[in-house]
């Protein structure tokens, strides 16, 4: 059944990809992968995440220097997620960790925007829910399929988008800085807005993925390992929604 995912299901999610089910080690287990299972999952970690960002989010407001938890937890967080990319199997464990660490992150991220533009965390939070909830229903209904060719271009945009963040960091190590990426004129809003369409559809390429897994019957440990994808990329999505916002709000 691994052959089924060996060319057809290309997600631009880095963590649900195609070579994903081929590195589950087989498909002996009687406890199979679900769809419910996968959404119950997620749901556990969105609440550990929003526990760690509630610890962060207190102590920004509380003065305290929160910057070297949110690095801390930003780079264990990667280190992790690589981890459990390469190794599914582990995702039952790590997963949870994971979510623990993205929600320090998050939090003193979203403390600090919100110090800076009130209400914009809430904004953000409607809007990526609103985002999801719709491309849920579209892919459900089939309005939007995950079509090879679909499939190929939201994976070619992410990994552009992915290259452009790179070569940003890069290139700030010397002062240097891209054009209108982070800064909140028209073109730089405009930047920001295409980037959450493609974090967006990776949403649906992430619904494929897992209802993929559900039909060919992937081990019962690959519930984590999709509910990780997919809040890799509700978390990106969020992230690109704050920056878009406080680029529009910047210019009031």
Same mark, same amino acid.
């Given at each position: 059944?691994?052959?089924?995912?060996?060319?057809?299901? *290309?997600?631009?999610?880095?963590?649900?990809?195609?070579?994903?089910?081929? *590195?589950?080690?087989?498909?002996?287990?009687?406890?199979?992968?679900?769809?419910?299972?996968?959404?119950? /999952?997620?749901?556990?970690?969105? @609440?550990?995440?929003?526990?760690?960002?509630?610890?962060?989010?207190?102590?920004?407001?509380?003065? *305290?220097?929160?910057?070297?938890?949110?690095?801390?937890?930003?780079?264990?967080?990667?280190?992790?997620?690589?981890?459990?990319?390469?190794?599914? *199997?582990?995702?039952?464990?790590?997963?949870?960790?994971?979510?623990?660490?993205?929600?320090?992150?998050?939090?003193?991220?979203?403390?600090?925007?919100?110090?800076?533009?009130?209400?914009?965390?809430?904004?953000?939070?409607?809007?990526?829910?609103?985002?999801?909830?719709?491309?849920?229903?579209?892919? /459900?209904?089939?309005?939007? /399929?995950?079509?090879?060719?679909? %499939?190929?271009?939201?994976?070619?945009?992410?990994?552009?988008?992915?290259?452009?963040?790179?070569?940003?960091?890069?290139?700030?190590?010397?002062?240097?800085?891209?054009?209108?990426?982070?800064?909140?004129?028209?073109?730089?809003?405009?930047?920001?807005?295409?980037?959450?369409?493609? @974090?967006?559809?990776?949403?649906?390429?992430?619904?494929?993925?897992?209802?993929?897994?559900?039909?060919?019957?992937?081990? /019962?440990?690959?519930?984590?390992?999709?509910?990780?994808?997919?809040?890799?990329?509700?978390?990106?999505?969020?992230?690109?929604?704050?920056?878009?916002?406080? %680029?529009?709000?910047?210019?009031?």
């Amino acid at each position: 059944m691994a052959r089924c995912f060996s060319g057809d299901s *290309r997600s631009g999610n880095p963590t649900l990809n195609d070579n994903t089910f081929e *590195r589950t080690g087989g498909y002996g287990s009687t406890e199979k992968m679900t769809i419910e299972g996968t959404v119950n /999952k997620a749901f556990i970690m969105l @609440a550990i995440l929003l526990g760690g960002a509630f610890v962060t989010w207190s102590m920004y407001f509380d003065g *305290r220097n929160v910057l070297p938890i949110a690095i801390g937890g930003a780079i264990c967080g990667f280190i992790l997620a690589l981890i459990i990319s390469f190794k599914p *199997r582990t995702s039952p464990y790590l997963v949870p960790i994971y979510a623990a660490l993205e929600g320090v992150f998050l939090g003193a991220i979203s403390a600090n925007y919100e110090s800076r533009f009130q209400g914009i965390t809430m904004q953000a939070t409607l809007l990526t829910m609103a985002v999801f909830v719709a491309l849920l229903l579209a892919y /459900k209904t089939r309005i939007i /399929k995950a079509t090879e060719n679909f %499939k190929l271009g939201v994976f070619a945009a992410t990994a552009g988008i992915f290259l452009v963040y790179l070569l940003s960091f890069v290139l700030g190590l010397f002062g240097v800085t891209v054009p209108y990426l982070h800064d909140n004129s028209l073109i730089g809003i405009g930047i920001s807005l295409v980037i959450v369409v493609v @974090a967006a559809l990776n949403l649906v390429l992430d619904f494929d993925f897992i209802e993929s897994g559900s039909q060919q019957g992937a081990p /019962k440990y690959m519930e984590w390992y999709g509910a990780f994808g997919l809040m890799v990329t509700l978390v990106w999505l969020y992230l690109e929604m704050l920056r878009l916002l406080s %680029k529009i709000m910047s210019r009031d």
